[in-house]
């Protein structure tokens, strides 16, 4: 590829249509057609109809949890967590996450309290948790990013040493293991995503799970599930149900679950093979897990070695339909309202906002192939060829 063949640059993109970062796995039409027959006979749509409670139990079943409470999104999850749990006060959770994970808590009217992360792994750094803690912390929220995991057996004894409570937002964790114990299994509860970017999808949706019967209770309760389970005191309530149609492309998304898994890793393996010898590039290996779902693609641009800095490099791959995007920017303490309302925290996360420049998401997932992924790393390869001509040639 010379110079003048990158579309950022007047030649035609590399690809017809624009690639996505999300995982965008739906069963074939014949399946959607059978499932939704079904829903529109039995005119039966939504709070805990039977796909729902299928759902459910078929989930409590592949992870091996007490109970899975299926919701509307992750986002009413993590909201329903804080209130079923009673916290109160402060929670403490990384500045390198969705924005969802800190307004669960503004929501719910709970100070979230940031905390810095590897600058490897993107997960929070473990060994600054416990300077944070104080009389009014209630809770550590854990996040597992990227088909990884923050360390929760470190987390549970870090917890109970401090006597405070321990969740995690495991959004991007649907599958992963951590010593052969599934995600869904770690702390008083764990919150999943079904966002239709995610390796399981209902399109949107997600889910909590628990092993503790009363919580468990509470969280139906705050759902408002009507007669799913037996009636237990609560202050609020939400309309966090999940509907017919959500849970019917779940269940054909945990049958296809193994397939898709299988699919992200040989892509990923992939990537790591077309980019090991680019210089500047490196790929996030998924931290802390005996098994991965494989369902993000991270890499780290080193403007010093690759010779363009992460925003160009995206802005290079865009013009040649390829959506890589930033994950995340910026980080949560940077954001409104609070950069605002937390100041303090301007100056104190360095690896935040190191990640926050350097990471970038990469297309994996149902709409690529292999030799995509080749074209992508090619790319890539020759912009770090031509990587001075093409910053000359960008400022003009």
């Known amino acids: 590829m010379n110079l003048p063949s ?10 017809e249509r624009p690639i ?11 399946r959607y057609e059978a499932a939704f027959r079904g829903i529109f006979e039995r005119q039966y749509y939504t709070n805990q109809g039977p796909l729902a409670i299928e759902l459910e139990s078929r989930l409590q079943a592949f992870l091996g949890v007490r109970h899975v409470i299926c919701v509307s999104n992750a986002t009413i999850g993590l909201m329903m967590v804080a209130e079923a749990m009673q916290l109160r006060g402060k929670v403490i959770l990384p500045a390198f996450t969705f924005a969802a994970s800190a307004q669960s808590l503004s929501w719910t009217g709970l100070e979230p309290v940031f905390c810095d992360v590897d600058k490897h792994t993107g997960q929070i750094a473990l060994d600054q948790l416990a300077g944070l803690i104080d009389d009014d912390t209630s809770a550590i929220m854990g996040v597992n990013l990227w088909g990884g995991a923050c360390d929760p057996l470190a987390l549970e004894a870090l917890a109970r040493e401090h006597n405070v409570q321990l969740y995690f937002d495991s959004a991007h964790a649907f599958g992963c293991e951590v010593q052969g114990r599934k995600i869904g299994n770690f702390g008083q509860a764990e919150v999943l995503s079904f966002h239709a970017t995610k390796v399981l999808s209902a399109g949107e949706g997600g889910c909590i799970c628990t092993s503790d019967d009363q919580l468990a209770a509470r969280l139906r309760n705050i759902r408002s599930s009507y007669g799913a389970g037996h009636a237990v005191p609560v202050v609020k309530t939400s309309n966090g149900r999940m509907s017919e149609a959500q849970a019917a492309i779940a269940l054909m998304s945990l049958e296809d679950f193994p397939a898709n898994q299988a699919n992200n890793q040989q892509q990923y393996e992939a990537y790591a093979s077309g980019l090991r010898n680019v210089p500047g590039v490196s790929l996030t290996v998924p931290a802390g897990v005996s098994f991965s779902n494989y369902q993000y693609l991270v890499c780290n641009i080193d403007p010093a070695a690759f010779g363009l800095p992460r925003d160009m490099v995206m802005d290079l791959l865009k013009a040649e339909n390829v959506l890589a995007r930033r994950y995340f920017y910026p980080g949560i303490h940077r954001c409104t309202p609070y950069v605002d309302d937390f100041p303090q925290y301007q100056d104190v996360l360095p690896q935040t906002d190191a990640l926050c420049t350097s990471v970038m998401q990469l297309p994996i997932g149902a709409l690529l192939t292999l030799d995509d992924i080749a074209r992508i790393c090619q790319i890539l390869a020759h912009a770090q060829q031509h990587a001075d001509a093409i910053a000359q040639a960008m400022q003009v």
């Open 6 to 15: 990158f579309a950022l640059l007047g030649a035609a993109p590399a690809f």
């Open 20 to 30: 996505p970062v999300g995982q965008l796995y739906f069963p074939a039409w014949d």
